[in-house]
């Protein structure tokens, strides 16, 4: 299912004007459960702040909750949420394929299931997500073209959700475009800034002719960053997320760091609420609603914010 810019700003539209129009005896007692991946990033605080924005403009009750990247603890977190009688269930999942018998729970309760960011497994009502192959694929494309179609490329990876395998699936894509150009090596930094520094350290000793690298996250790539500063290599880098210190690094121009392809996370989790708020209603709502990303170089970067 394909959603256009201007499609998604009529469901916004939309989205804002059921919100603005509910009545006070419709917000009583509401309750909303959210589950995220992980708070321990301004990506998902941002989604966070948003949430809480949109509910107490509705007077409904929030419950947050932060898995830190275990899915046990996702799943009895979501399962104490239905014991405490949510309404509704967002879920930002930290392993996309494990998280489905949480799903299964929520579904069985009756409540609406909504996924935000990460696709999970399961009987969903709907997900709302970013295009990450083409964040994927509009990052390394512009990568390739930097490098004049040649060279060795390495990919540093993250955690199993389909956000992740469809940007290295993009980036992938885009790279076999150019014949002369090689990806060498994947590693997994897992997102994080301090270990993916010490992953990218460790690729560049084994592949010193790296002439560029590509980042599943702005987090990971900002500790990639640091590595590749260190080692006076010249490497190019490109990442996904829109991060405000990522676009700041492009925005003053450094050498390697060229392009983040940015994602919207306020419009992700507004959307997310809307739907869900849409099908208790019983509105006949998408099962997938995707958003667009855009690509943020130097040019770009100044004027950019989530």
Known sequence: MFTSKKTLCSIAAAVSLSVASMSSAQAEGLKIGMTFQELNNEYFVVMKEALMEAADSIGAEVIITDAHHDVSKQINDVEDMIQRGVDILLVNPTDSVSIESAIISAHKAGVVTVAVDAQA??????????????????????????????????????????????????????????????????????QERDLSMTVTENMLQANPNLAGLFSVNDTGALGALTAIESSGLDVKLVSVDGNPEAVKAIADGNPHFIAT????????????????LAKLWGAKVPTVVPVDVDLIDKEKAADFHW
Do not use: H
């Not at 076999?176 to 090596?185: A, G, Q």
């Not at 392809?261 to 869900?276: K, T, W």
């Open 121 to 190: 497994k399961g009987p969903l009502d709907s997900f709302v997500g970013s295009k990450n192959y083409d964040a994927g694929y509009m990052a390394c494309k512009y990568l390739s073209e930097n490098l004049g179609g040649q060279g060795d490329i390495a990919i540093l990876d993250g955690i199993p959700v389909v956000p992740i395998l469809e940007r290295v699936r993009g980036c992938t894509a885009a790279v076999n475009e150019f014949p002369s150009l090689k990806i060498v090596t994947t590693q997994n930094g897992k």
């Open 261 to 276: 392809s940015a994602q919207y996370p306020r419009d992700q989790i507004r959307l997310g609420l809307g739907i869900a």
